[in-house]
């Protein structure tokens, strides 16, 4: 494959998850230049653009999983707001903003200050090909109600719909990793326009958008590889009265409309970016094909590697359902009900062991399509299969011994 692109999801915190698969393949003390000099663009949104910058700032990955693990690194960009900014005075049903917008944009100042003031177009680091690798965060346009792609070059994709403007590396970023509602209290003023989180334009995987920039820059699609690496995503079989001798955890029930309910499911559709959606239209986009009978699945051909952890229990619907090798109930509850952004320590320890797990092919890696009762149709339902694929496309040796030091 002559042209490898990464894409980074947006998830808060669970972003750690990325983090933990680079280290996987390149190991926990290579810095970021060494990463990305794998590659040809990346496409990243929310907490998977933090991770794209400080890749960019050339931190260690060890160093860059420290901003999710450590607590004091972690509150500094999930900055609390006081209690009586969190109060409802008019007594509505409503979810309120936990964390400073404000202080946020701060925190990533300080944190990225070698590349964060710099203009993207002014981000040249070398990639795969000897060329400037390509970087591309999504945000949401509150003032023009569309999606908006920051880029740090002139792509013939965005010419009419997203044209080329000169912003900062920390703007960029700030706006694509702003979520509204639950989290920050205010759309991200920069450049004299307000953006909310890029999860709100159905981006929250940018893989597709990742696939749209190389078919646009006139890659042949049997020369891409896309890496696209998830931060978590919960698939539960529906509640039946068949399930009634099994574990209620592991089951999703029946949701019930009202205005109280309706509005958490609208805050929370910024992460409700249905498996398989972006991917598997990607996957068609990179000239994929469909299975046509069963003994043809999983098809794994098409470039395209999707490496994301699901909450989600062993069995069928036919055996029953049980909960996943290394999950008790108590903890598989626990995930289910985490949000993105997790600030309790005791909390990132468990995403943390729920990462490992599924790194021993312990928990369901994501496919890129399921079918009946989550049977992987196209993709790997393993991470270790997903990673041994794209080995394949790299060349590179497993168990993150490539290491490079160099800064």
Not at 98 to 127: C, E, N
Not at 195 to 209: E, F, I, K, M, S
Not at 359 to 387: L, P, T, W, Y
Request: with cysteine; glycine share 8%.
């Amino acid at each position: 494959m002559k042209h490898h692109i990464l894409s980074l999801d947006g998830g808060g915190t669970w972003a750690l998850i990325q983090v933990k698969v680079l280290i996987k393949l390149y190991g926990a003390e290579t810095r970021g230049h060494a990463v990305l000099k794998h590659f040809d663009l990346v496409a990243a949104n929310s907490g998977g653009s933090i991770v794209a910058a400080a890749l960019i700032e050339d931190f260690t990955l060890a160093e860059i999983l420290d901003l999710f693990t450590c607590e004091p690194q972690r509150r500094e960009i999930f900055n609390e707001l006081p209690w009586y900014k969190k109060l409802n005075p008019l007594g509505l049903i409503l979810p309120l903003p936990r964390f400073s917008t404000v202080q946020k944009y701060h925190a990533l100042i300080s944190v990225f200050k070698q590349y964060g003031t710099r203009w993207m177009r002014d981000v040249q680091i070398p990639g795969k090909n000897n060329q400037p690798v390509l970087f591309v965060f999504v945000s949401y346009d509150f003032d023009r109600d569309r999606a908006k792609f920051f880029r740090s070059w002139q792509s013939r994709a965005g010419a009419m719909t997203s044209p080329y403007r000169d912003i900062s590396l920390v703007d960029a970023v700030h706006a694509s990793s702003n979520a509204p509602i639950h989290f920050f209290d205010q759309p991200a003023q920069i450049a004299g326009g307000q953006y909310w989180d890029g999860g709100l334009t159905g981006y929250n995987n940018p893989v597709l958008a990742a696939a749209t920039e190389a078919i646009a820059a006139g890659w042949e699609k049997d020369q891409i590889a896309i890496l696209s690496i998830g931060t978590g995503n919960t698939m539960l079989p529906l509640l039946s009265a068949q399930n009634g001798n099994e574990p209620k955890a592991l089951f999703k029930e029946k949701q019930i409309s009202s205005i109280e309910n309706d509005i958490k499911k609208l805050a929370a559709t910024i992460l409700a970016d249905p498996p398989d959606s972006h991917t598997f239209l990607a996957h068609l986009l990179m000239g994929g094909y469909l299975p046509r009978v069963s003994a043809e699945c999983p098809v794994t051909d098409s470039g395209l590697v999707r490496l994301n952890p699901l909450i989600q229990p062993n069995g069928n619907s036919e055996r029953g359902w049980e909960m996943p090798d290394g999950l008790n109930e108590q903890q598989f509850s626990q995930l289910i009900k985490l949000d993105m952004a997790v600030i309790k320590q005791s909390d990132i320890n468990l995403i943390v062991y729920f990462c490992e797990l599924w790194m021993q092919d312990k928990v369901h890696n994501q496919a890129i399509r399921a079918g009946r009762d989550f049977i992987c149709e196209i993709g790997f339902s393993k991470f270790s299969d997903a990673i041994k694929q794209w080995q394949t496309y790299t060349l590179l040796p497993l168990t993150g011994q490539h290491h490079d030091h160099s800064k």
